[in-house]
T-cell receptor, first 112, second 114 residues
Framework: GNSVTQMEGPVTLSEEAFLTINCTYTATGYPSLFWYVQYPGEGLQLLLK?????DKGSNKGFEATYRKETTSFHLEKGSVQVSDSAVYFC???????????FGKGITLSVRP | DAGVIQSPRHEVTEMGQEVTLRCKPISGHNSLFWYRQTMMRGLELLIYFNNNVPIDDSGMPEDRFSAKMPNASFSTLKIQPSEPRDSAVYFC????????????FGPGTRLTVT
């Protein structure tokens, strides 16, 4: 079946540090991949997505590249801000139905 | 445009009482999802609907939980009777069906069962 594995958290960084959050997946077919972000007290919202191999999704300074050979979709940002403190979820969609398969999420805290 | 609307935002009830959570999806969306989020179990998909029809309810914990979607603009999640272990944040999300489209989440209902 489909599954998404995220690195264990939480992650604590200082402002302006480089961020990498790992995500790997197992899926049949050719999934589309997503990163969602959940700010404190809010619902999840889409951060970025990639629909085919080698695509790079980007938004708000965050990037992730769809790597089919390593079945990965790692999230990166060159310089994090305090406002990036949130929970980050990796997810995949295979088209077998409308639902997303989410990873467990990882909490990021950025110190001033 | 309004996003996904959920009500109530907070609900505190006593064990054994019936609880009804409500959701209004974004107009034009034909897929609706109910999730539960807790610290222990993370984000869990409970049930989802396509075109108002329940497609997969395998995530519903037990018979105390039920969900309906009587029309394209309204869905309910009911817990009867409620138990303390049902305490969680319940999210509703909607999307266009049939493709890798963004799921739009509501603000959630924080349920506390005492």
């Amino acid at each position: 079946g489909n599954s998404v594995t995220q690195m264990e958290g939480p992650v604590t960084l200082s402002e302006e540090a480089f961020l990498t959050i790992n995500c790997t997946y197992t899926a049949t077919g050719y999934p589309s991949l997503f990163w969602y972000v959940q700010y404190p007290g809010e619902g999840l919202q889409l951060l970025l997505k990639a629909t085919k191999a080698d695509d790079k999704g980007s938004n708000k300074g965050f990037e992730a590249t769809y790597r089919k050979e390593t079945t990965s979709f790692h999230l990166e940002k060159g310089s994090v801000q305090v406002s990036d403190s949130a929970v980050y979820f990796c997810a995949l969609f295979t088209g077998a139905n409308s639902k997303l398969t989410f990873g467990k999420g990882i909490t990021l805290s950025v110190r001033p | 445009d309004a996003g996904v609307i959920q009500s109530p935002r907070h609900e505190v009830t006593e064990m054994g009482q019936e609880v009804t959570l409500r959701c209004k999806p974004i107009s034009g969306h034909n897929s609706l999802f109910w999730y539960r989020q807790t610290m222990m179990r993370g984000l869990e998909l409970l049930i989802y609907f396509n075109n108002n029809v329940p497609i997969d309810d395998s995530g519903m914990p037990e018979d105390r939980f039920s969900a309906k979607m009587p029309n394209a603009s309204f869905s309910t999640l009911k817990i009867q009777p409620s138990e303390p272990r049902d305490s969680a944040v319940y999210f509703c999300a909607s999307t266009l069906g049939g493709g890798p489209y963004e799921q739009y989440f509501g603000p959630g209902t924080r349920l506390t069962v005492t």
